[in-house]
C-alpha cells in the first residue's frame, strides 16, 4: 500500500519555486487511464496545472475538501 508523501504541512511552492501550490481533496480522481482512485488529494499549481496525485489518508493541513470528481487531464498523467 503507498505510503502518504512526507509533506510539509503547507503545500508550499511549485518545482520551480516560483508559484503557490494548491492541494484539493477528491472522493473519485479519475485516470486518463480509465482507473479510479478513491479518496485522493491533487496538487495544483498557480497556473491550475494538476503536478501530482496521492492517497489521502489522514487530514491534511491546508487542503480543501472538494469532494466529487477530479479528472486528471491527458497530458499530465503520471
Do not use: F
Not at 508523501?5 to 494548491?22: E, F, K
Not at 485522493?40 to 493541513?61: C, F, M, N, Q
Amino acid at each position: 500500500m503507498p505510503q502518504t508523501p512526507n509533506l510539509p504541512s503547507h503545500p508550499g511552492t511549485d518545482s520551480n519555486h516560483t508559484a503557490p501550490v494548491r492541494r484539493i481533496a477528491v472522493s473519485r480522481l479519475h485516470l486518463p487511464t480509465g482507473r479510479i482512485l478513491l479518496r485522493h488529494v491533487v496538487e495544483i499549481s498557480a497556473t491550475g496545472e494538476p503536478l501530482r496525485h496521492y492517497p489521502l489518508t489522514e487530514e491534511l493541513p491546508h487542503t480543501e475538501w472538494r469532494g466529487g470528481d477530479y479528472y486528471w487531464p491527458k497530458e499530465n498523467e503520471e
